[in-house]
């Protein structure tokens, strides 16, 4: 299972990104998806994770702002980003808990390359 991100880039505090994060491969099947970021001179935090059924956890920090959503038939994750603030400027990264059938079931965690937001004015 790869992972390739997209979506990160230049945003004025209080403006609005959308991160996208698709995964490729074959014979998968895609658990939880999640968001991580990672700031300048932090550790790498969890931002925000989504089941396969849906359901959500966001880090404080995300909460009120940011919505994570998946598309389990594109095998994609997303991430809207709003009301963005300088300290939201970090590397960010997806990952996924997956399982693969070949033919008998291997567990797996993938992680993307990672993309950058700055948030400056």
């Known amino acids: 299972v790869q992972l390739q991100a997209s979506g990160g880039g230049l945003a004025q505090p209080g403006g609005s990104l959308r991160l996208s994060c698709a995964a490729s491969?074959?014979?998968?099947?895609?658990?939880?998806m999640g968001w991580h970021r990672q700031g300048p001179g932090n550790q790498r935090e969890l931002v925000a994770s989504?089941?396969?059924?849906?359901?959500?956890n966001y880090a404080d920090s995300a909460k009120g702002r940011f919505t994570i959503s998946r598309d389990n038939a594109k095998n994609t994750v997303y991430l809207q980003m709003n009301s963005l603030k300088p300290e939201d400027t970090a590397v960010y990264y997806c990952?996924?808990?997956?399982?693969?059938?070949?033919?008998?079931?291997?567990?797996?965690?993938?992680w993307g390359q990672g993309t950058l937001v700055t948030v400056s004015s």
């Open positions: 989504i089941t396969r059924a849906g359901n959500t």
């Open positions: 990952e996924t808990d997956y399982m693969i059938f070949d033919p008998t079931p291997i567990a797996g965690r993938a």
């Open positions: 491969g074959s014979g998968f099947r895609l658990n939880s």
